[in-house]
């Protein structure tokens, strides 16, 4: 998602009337019908619907994993978390009429950008249960469209507090979705449901020792959220062993394509929120940094390689995409022959980071015997 609403902190100062105008709108009060159409926006950096060949996916046998594959279900079928996504005592009075606007926009944002991703794992996970005929498949699929509705659900409470409701009936039939070959869908559902995973207890361990910046109650509820991500990466881990051929030989460069394009991505639309994570008390860099290397250590469960995050070229090309990214929205924003050139520019910066980040050599290493892991952060 992003209405974005480049950067408002840009340093430039030749750039501070149009900076001025981004906050304006920014933090110009967002009505329902907007935070739906900033759901509906497909861009690089949006989260996005997907489809997929569903009977391909359906044709998967667990019989390799069946043990572990038992294990996770059951524990699934549990349902540890039933009653957890409730606002009850623990959820404090948000005074968003007294938020500093700029920050209200941003956390806003985060939790629109949030409720898409939710939702469309909830959307991606329901079809494949409707279509498929596997019970094995079918279960996992049904008990992971549980979690993910009550987690946009419950974000679209909060949301609905600040007057704002992201109408998920018309995002499920009017947004556009993506087409991804099965294991392109392994690779991408995997790794977001461990980086959402790590994105979210990271935050709440942070809050934890810094409770002052804990300025929403949503936060509490990060702990149990996340051990469901963890979970249903786990259950892509094991959809991943059941075929040696998905990690190993050619995919291990899609792997790796996946690796870069997903934290790249994440870096860069957590470089759009800089008020909301002064709020939180949080570095954005050391942030990711910090949910990058616990998604690493995790993906060694079932990826061959992971990137050498310490790598000298690192950090210097994730900002380079990161300035390209603000140029092609402020190219975007100024429209016209000079706002395409500034577009393309900013485009190709980000062409250059990425290329320059994939070509980083990877660090290899052999998986373990189970990929079978208990969230430990
Ligand atoms: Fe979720
Ligand atoms: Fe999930």
């Not at 100062?13 to 935070?35: G, H, K, L, P, Y």
């Not at 094995?136 to 009550?150: P, S």
């Given at each position: 998602m992003n209405a974005h609403a480049p950067l408002a902190?840009?340093?430039?100062?030749?750039?501070?009337?149009?900076?001025?105008?981004?906050?304006?709108?920014?933090?110009?009060?967002?009505?329902?019908?907007?935070?739906?159409?900033?759901?509906?926006?497909?861009?690089?950096?949006?989260?996005?619907?997907?489809?997929t060949d569903f009977d391909e996916m359906d044709a998967i046998d667990v019989t390799p994993v069946r043990a572990e594959w038992d294990a996770l279900i059951a524990r699934m079928k549990a349902d540890p978390n039933r009653g957890h996504f409730k606002k009850n005592e623990d959820w404090d009075h948000v005074d968003w009429e007294g938020m500093d606007p700029v920050l209200r926009a941003e956390f806003i944002d985060f939790l629109i950008s949030s409720c898409t991703a939710e939702f469309s794992g909830c959307v991606l996970y329901k079809e494949m249960k409707r279509r498929g005929s596997n019970e094995?498949?079918?279960?996992?699929?049904?008990?992971?469209?549980?979690?993910?509705?009550?987690?946009?659900g419950f974000i679209n409470d909060a949301l609905r507090e600040a007057g704002i409701a992201v109408n998920l009936g018309f995002l499920t039939q009017q947004k556009k979705y993506t087409y991804f070959r099965p294991k392109f869908i392994y690779y991408a559902t995997y790794l977001s449901e461990k980086i959402g995973y790590a994105r979210y207890i990271t935050i709440y361990r942070h809050l934890e020792k810094h409770p002052e910046h804990r300025f929403h109650p949503i936060f509490k509820w990060f702990r149990e959220w996340c051990n469901d991500e963890f979970s249903h990466g786990e259950a892509f881990a094991l959809l991943m062993r059941t075929d040696p051929k998905l990690t190993s030989g050619r995919n291990v460069w899609w792997i790796k394509f996946f690796l870069t394009a997903v934290f790249s991505t994440m870096w860069i639309r957590d470089h759009q929120r800089p008020v909301f994570h002064d709020a939180l008390g949080v570095d954005t860099a050391w942030y990711g940094q910090e949910v990058f290397r616990k998604t690493?250590?995790?993906s060694r469960q079932v990826f061959p390689i992971t990137l050498d995050i310490d790598h000298p070229r690192w950090r210097p090309n994730l900002d380079r995409m990161e300035r390209g990214s603000v140029q092609v929205a402020r190219g975007r924003a100024r429209g016209g022959l000079g706002g395409t050139a500034t577009r393309l520019a900013g485009m190709a910066k980000c062409g250059w980071g990425f290329v320059a980040l994939y070509t980083i050599p990877a660090i290899r290493h052999d998986m373990p015997e189970s990929s079978v892991m208990e969230p430990a952060y």
């Open positions: 902190h840009s340093a430039d100062a030749t750039n501070a009337d149009e900076a001025i105008a981004r906050q304006d709108a920014m933090t110009a009060a967002m009505t329902s019908e907007q935070a739906t159409a900033v759901a509906m926006q497909d861009t690089l950096l949006t989260p996005r619907f997907y489809t094995d498949i079918t279960t996992l699929f049904q008990l992971m469209a549980r979690d993910e509705a009550r987690h946009a690493s250590e995790i």
